[in-house]
C-alpha cells in the first residue's frame, strides 16, 4: 500500500522571501492517482508573481512550478490512462468539481467552484498544493497529459502554461489561413503565440518595445516585426488585424491598441497586471471591436495542443538551470533576461 513520501523542493517561505531548498510531504497515491518523477520544471512569470506576492491571497510557503514533465513512478489501483514508465505533464490544474457546466464540456479551468491550481491553492482534502520545484508530484490522472515522443521533455515544460495560454485563444478566436494575428511582446508567452499562430496557417505580426527581438521574431515564423515605440507603427497597421494577443502584464494604450483592429477584430489579454488599468470604452466604440481575455485551456485541449506542437515541430526555446539558480533566473525574468523560457532540471534538486 502506498504511503506519503518526504521530497525535496524549492520553496518561498515567506512573501517576497528568496526560494530556499527545503522538503514537502506527497500525498499516499489514491486509486486514481499518477506519482510522477518530476524531470523538468518551466518557470512561468506567474511564478514570479505569486512569489513576490504581487496578486494577493497566496500561501506560504509556496513551492511554485505548473510547466512539469516528468516519467510516471506509480499509478493507483484504478488508474487507466496512464502507466509506469510513461512521459507525462501537469500543467496549471490539478482538480476541478468535474460536475459543473463548464468541466462537462472540457473547460475546467473555468470551474464554477474554480480549479485546484497545481500550487499556492487548496486541494478537495483542505491541504495546501505543492508545484513542481520538487523531487516528485501526485496527481490525478484526470488532469495529466501525455507528452509526445516528439517533444523532448525539457522543451515541453512550458508547453504545459505559455503553449496553453496562447493555443487556446488562437484556437477560440480562429486564427488561420486568411486571418491576421499581431502578438504584443515577444517574450515566454508571445514567443510560443508566433510559433502557434504561424503553424495554424495565420499572418503574423510581432508588436515589441524596440526591434532588438527581431531576428528572432522573425526566425519562429513571423511575417512582420514593428516596434511600439515608433509612433508610425500605430498609423501604418491601423484595422489591420482581426486578432490581438497581448502577453505582457505591464499597463498598455489600449486605445491606440484597438484602432489597430479590424471591424469585429478582438484584442484578448492574457497577461495579468498586478495592479488595475483604466480602459476608455470610447476607444471600442464603432467596428464592432471587442476586449476579452483568456485563461489556460482544458485538459482535453492542452493534449491536443501537444498532439500539434510534436507534429508541427513546435516546442518553446529554452535555457536549461540548475535547481539552485532559481533566485538569479527570476531576478533575470523580472530584468526581462532570458529567451525564452528558463527551466529547472529537477535532477539538480
Given at each position: 500500500?502506498?504511503?506519503?513520501?518526504?521530497v525535496?523542493?524549492?520553496?518561498?517561505?515567506?512573501?517576497?522571501?528568496?526560494?530556499?531548498?527545503?522538503?514537502?510531504?506527497?500525498?499516499?497515491?489514491?486509486?486514481h492517482d499518477?506519482?510522477?518523477?518530476v524531470?523538468?520544471?518551466?518557470?512561468c512569470?506567474?511564478d514570479?508573481?505569486?512569489?513576490?506576492?504581487?496578486?494577493?491571497?497566496?500561501?506560504?510557503p509556496?513551492?511554485?512550478?505548473?510547466?512539469?514533465?516528468g516519467?510516471?513512478?506509480e499509478v493507483?489501483p484504478a488508474?487507466?490512462?496512464h502507466?509506469v514508465g510513461?512521459?507525462?505533464?501537469v500543467g496549471c490544474?490539478v482538480?476541478?468539481?468535474?460536475?459543473?457546466e463548464?468541466?462537462?464540456?472540457?473547460?475546467e479551468q473555468?470551474?464554477?467552484?474554480?480549479?485546484?491550481?497545481?500550487y499556492?491553492?487548496?486541494?478537495?482534502d483542505g491541504?495546501?498544493?505543492y508545484?513542481?520545484?520538487?523531487q516528485?508530484?501526485v496527481?490525478?490522472e484526470?488532469?495529466v497529459?501525455r507528452?509526445?515522443?516528439?517533444?523532448?521533455?525539457?522543451?515541453?515544460a512550458?508547453?504545459?502554461?505559455a503553449?496553453?495560454t496562447?493555443?487556446?485563444?488562437l484556437?477560440h478566436?480562429?486564427a488561420?489561413?486568411g486571418?491576421r494575428?499581431?502578438?504584443?511582446?515577444?517574450?515566454g508567452?508571445?514567443h510560443?503565440a508566433?510559433?502557434l499562430?504561424?503553424a495554424l496557417g495565420?499572418?503574423?505580426?510581432?508588436?515589441?518595445?524596440?526591434?532588438?527581438?527581431r531576428?528572432?521574431?522573425?526566425r519562429?515564423?513571423?511575417?512582420?516585426?514593428r516596434a511600439?515605440?515608433?509612433?508610425?507603427?500605430f498609423g501604418?497597421?491601423?484595422?489591420?488585424f482581426?486578432?490581438?494577443?497581448?502577453?505582457?502584464?505591464a499597463?498598455?494604450d489600449y486605445?491606440a491598441?484597438?484602432?489597430?483592429?479590424r471591424?469585429?477584430?478582438?484584442?484578448?489579454?492574457?497577461?495579468?497586471?498586478?495592479?488595475?488599468?483604466?480602459?476608455g470604452?470610447?476607444?471600442l466604440?464603432g467596428?464592432?471591436?471587442?476586449?476579452?481575455?483568456s485563461?489556460?485551456?482544458?485538459?482535453?485541449?492542452?493534449q491536443?495542443?501537444?498532439?500539434?506542437?510534436?507534429?508541427?515541430g513546435?516546442a518553446?526555446?529554452?535555457?536549461?538551470?540548475?535547481?539552485?539558480?532559481?533566485?538569479?533566473a527570476?531576478?533575470?525574468?523580472?530584468?526581462?533576461d532570458?529567451?525564452y523560457?528558463?527551466?529547472?532540471?529537477?535532477?539538480?534538486?
Open positions: 500500500m502506498s504511503t506519503p513520501t518526504t525535496t523542493a524549492y520553496a518561498a517561505p515567506a512573501a517576497k522571501a528568496p526560494l530556499e531548498r527545503t522538503t514537502v510531504e506527497r500525498r499516499a497515491v489514491r486509486a499518477v506519482r510522477i518523477t524531470a523538468h520544471v518551466g518557470i512569470h506567474s514570479l508573481h505569486q512569489v513576490r506576492a504581487g496578486w494577493g491571497s497566496e500561501i506560504f509556496m513551492v511554485p512550478g505548473h510547466e512539469i514533465t516519467i510516471v513512478r493507483g488508474v487507466t490512462r502507466a510513461d512521459r507525462v505533464g490544474m482538480d476541478s468539481c468535474r460536475v459543473c463548464n468541466c462537462l464540456v472540457g473547460l473555468y470551474c464554477d467552484e474554480g480549479p485546484v491550481w497545481t499556492n491553492s487548496v486541494g478537495k491541504q495546501p498544493t508545484g513542481g520545484y520538487a516528485e508530484i496527481v490525478d484526470a488532469f497529459v507528452v509526445p515522443d516528439a517533444l523532448a521533455l525539457d522543451v515541453a512550458p508547453l504545459l502554461c503553449g496553453i496562447t493555443y487556446s485563444p484556437r478566436w480562429n488561420g489561413p486571418r494575428v499581431a502578438v504584443v511582446g515577444l517574450g508567452l508571445g510560443m508566433v510559433q499562430a504561424h495565420a499572418e503574423v505580426t510581432v508588436l515589441s518595445q524596440s526591434l532588438r527581438k531576428e528572432d521574431g522573425l519562429l515564423g513571423a511575417d512582420d516585426y511600439t515605440s515608433d509612433p508610425a507603427t501604418e497597421l491601423a484595422g489591420a482581426d486578432l490581438l494577443l497581448n502577453t505582457v502584464s499597463p498598455l486605445a491598441y484597438f484602432g489597430l483592429l471591424t469585429d477584430g478582438a484584442m484578448v489579454n492574457l497577461g495579468l497586471p498586478e495592479e488595475p488599468v483604466q480602459i470604452l470610447q476607444s466604440n467596428l464592432r471591436r471587442s476586449m476579452s481575455s485563461g489556460i485551456g482544458g485538459i482535453a485541449e492542452t491536443e495542443m501537444l498532439d500539434f506542437c510534436a507534429a508541427r513546435v518553446a526555446e529554452i535555457e536549461p538551470i540548475r535547481a539552485e539558480q532559481v533566485n538569479e527570476y531576478d533575470r525574468l523580472l530584468a526581462g532570458v529567451r523560457r528558463f527551466v529547472i532540471d529537477a535532477a539538480t534538486l
